[in-house]
């Protein structure tokens, strides 16, 4: 018997998924506990309207990402910060103070968590900052860090 999943059954198959049950194990445990529901024509044309929505969601996502890293390109962020005489940063700049600036300064949201920083900034000058915004996009952020 062919059915959906409901949701991820482990050693069965993940959610949204179409795999064949023996009668027993679909009409005695996945019907009743509500894990699955026959893989009828009215259950499979809600699954791909399902999927559709999904892959539209995604794409619409995938185009806010682009269009905010043609954005990102052009910019050159530039951070103020209090700094001793050899050029060391007190603290450091870290990925939300650059995600803050960025959206404080151009209004542009990035998550913190996207901005691929392997240690905190401490000295000043010029740092290109990869930002991973979605699946196959990334944008290069050049910051420039400065002394007050």
């Known amino acids: 018997m062919k ?3 409901l949701q991820d059954i482990k050693g069965v198959g993940k959610k949204d998924q ?3 049950a023996s009668d027993g194990y679909a009409r005695n445990f996945l019907f009743p506990k509500k894990m699955a529901v026959p893989a009828d024509q009215g259950n499979m ?3 791909q309207s399902k999927k559709d929505a999904q892959a539209y969601q995604k794409d619409l996502e995938r185009q806010a990402a682009q269009k905010i890293a043609d954005q ?4 050159t962020l530039e951070l103020k910060v209090k700094a001793g005489e050899n050029g060391k940063i007190f603290g450091g700049v870290t ?3 650059i995600a803050e600036a960025l959206k404080n ?3 542009i949201t990035v998550d913190k968590k996207k901005i691929q920083l392997k240690e905190t900034i401490k000295t000043l000058g010029q740092f290109q ?3 991973k915004l979605f699946e196959n996009i990334t944008a290069k952020l ?6 007050e």
């Open 95 to 97: 990925s939300k103070e």
């Open 142 to 147: 050049k910051v420039a860090i400065k002394s």
């Open 18 to 20: 179409v795999i064949n």
């Open 45 to 47: 044309a809600r699954l």
């Open 3 to 5: 059915v959906i999943l």
């Open 105 to 107: 300064k151009y209004q």
């Open 72 to 75: 990102i390109k052009d910019i």
């Open 129 to 131: 900052i990869e930002i």
